[in-house]
Nanobody, 127 residues
Framework: QVQLVESGGGSVQAGGSLRLSCASS????????MAWFRQAPGKEREGVAA????????HYADSVKGRFTISQDNAKITVYLQMNSLKPEDSAMYYC????????????????????WGQGTQVTVSS
């Protein structure tokens, strides 16, 4: 069983920055991809960014390219989402997710790919 714990959410003004963290109980050999998703009230869950555990490959939603950066620590136990130039439309609950089984036919930013989810951390951006 993999446990994911998010932290780092909060309230910020437009143009500000936040860094989200996702602490995983799994080691790098235990996950294929890790990703961040977000869901705003009344909207579908959206894939924001994903990172491949083998190193180097990252995927971003068009809406966050150039503003958000996903990264992992050297032990590949914690995954981060650095969010810069935040906009009010970035406001949402942000969830960390892990693909531990591998071999999925779903793309890295599709929720169906992921086996484990955290509880979420709220991000609110005011104008």
């Amino acid at each position: 069983q993999v446990q994911l714990v998010e932290s780092g959410g909060g309230s910020v003004q437009a143009g500000g920055s936040l860094r989200l963290s996702c602490a995983s109980s799994a080691y790098t050999t235990s996950w294929n991809y890790m990703a961040w998703f977000r869901q705003a009230p009344g909207k579908e869950r959206e894939g924001v960014a994903a990172i491949y555990g083998g190193g180097g490959i990252r995927h971003y939603a068009d809406s966050v390219k150039g503003r958000f950066t996903i990264s992992q620590d050297n032990a590949k136990i914690t995954v981060y989402l650095q969010m810069n130039s935040l906009k009010p439309e970035d406001s949402a609950m942000y969830y960390c997710a892990a693909d531990c089984l591998g071999g999925s036919r779903y793309r890295p930013l599709q929720a169906q790919r992921y086996d484990y989810w955290g509880q979420g951390t709220q991000v609110t951006v005011s104008s």
